[in-house]
T-cell receptor, first 116, second 114 residues
Framework: DTGVSQDPRHKITKRGQNVTFRCDPI?????LYWYRQTLGQGPEFLTY????????KSRLLSDRFSAERPKGSFSTLEIQRTEQGDSAMYLC??????????????FGPGTRLTVL | GENVEQHPSTLSVQEGDSAVIKCTYSDSASNYFPWYKQELGKGPQLIID?????GEKKDQRIAVTLNKTAKHFSLHITETQPEDSAVYFC?????????????FGKGTKLSVIP
């Protein structure tokens, strides 16, 4: 059983550059979430997809952030004009279709972003 | 929105002893409470969860209890081992159906001393 995968695992970029991260959820999981985790804190919700539809966005998701899930499978998270405050671990999670465990989220290994 | 508080922030125990981590939540409509273990440089790993229709759940050395009246839930680890050393997070779902977005506590760093 393949878990959630994320690519790249680490990204170092200079302030002002654009970056894009990819998440591949567990097969057949139709719900996909993005979270951000800063050092010493718990993950914070960014956005949620059900199939290809982006249904919820946190106020943390400024207009420099955009997420897509074009075919309801993998998802991308893009950050434009990166700032040093964007440095964090970006986590992706997925959960199964409607049923008794649809609320159970499985996380990927994360992408560690460092903005210089 | 939901607010989850977690205590203690750090916990050191001798190998073989028990460890208890406690969380409180604010939204009385929350109904799903998972616990995650996170090792350095890795993503959170689900270790146990509980839903509001039960008060206690156990899986080998790990157990979780839920008190909906008091709005708190706890993680119990018995017979701790060095490999249990990690950061543990509790979480809760906010009220209302939909995304089931998780609200996390700030974490507890557990150190098991051999």
């Amino acid at each position: 059983d393949t878990g959630v995968s994320q690519d790249p695992r680490h990204k170092i970029t200079k302030r002002g550059q654009n970056v894009t991260f990819r998440c591949d959820p567990i097969s057949e999981h139709n719900r996909l979430y993005w979270y951000r985790q800063t050092l010493g804190q718990g993950p914070e919700f960014l956005t949620y997809f059900q199939n290809e539809a982006q249904l919820e966005k946190s106020r943390l998701l400024s207009d420099r952030f955009s997420a897509e899930r074009p075919k309801g499978s993998f998802s991308t998270l893009e950050i434009q004009r990166t700032e040093q405050g964007d440095s964090a671990m970006y986590l992706c999670a997925s959960s199964p279709p409607d049923g008794t465990t649809t609320d159970t989220q499985y996380f990927g290994p994360g992408t560690r972003l460092t903005v210089l | 929105g939901e607010n989850v508080e977690q205590h203690p922030s750090t916990l050191s125990v001798q190998e073989g002893d028990s460890a208890v981590i406690k969380c409180t939540y604010s939204d009385s409509a929350s109904n799903y409470f998972p616990w995650y273990k996170q090792e350095l440089g890795k993503g959170p790993q689900l270790i146990i969860d509980i839903r509001s229709n039960v008060g206690e759940k156990k899986d080998q050395r790990i157990a979780v209890t839920l008190n909906k009246t008091a709005k708190h839930f706890s993680l119990h680890i018995t017979e701790t081992q060095p490999e249990d050393s990690a950061v543990y997070f509790c979480a809760a779902t906010p009220s209302g159906a939909g995304s089931y977005q998780l609200t996390f506590g700030k974490g507890t760093k557990l150190s098991v001393i051999p």
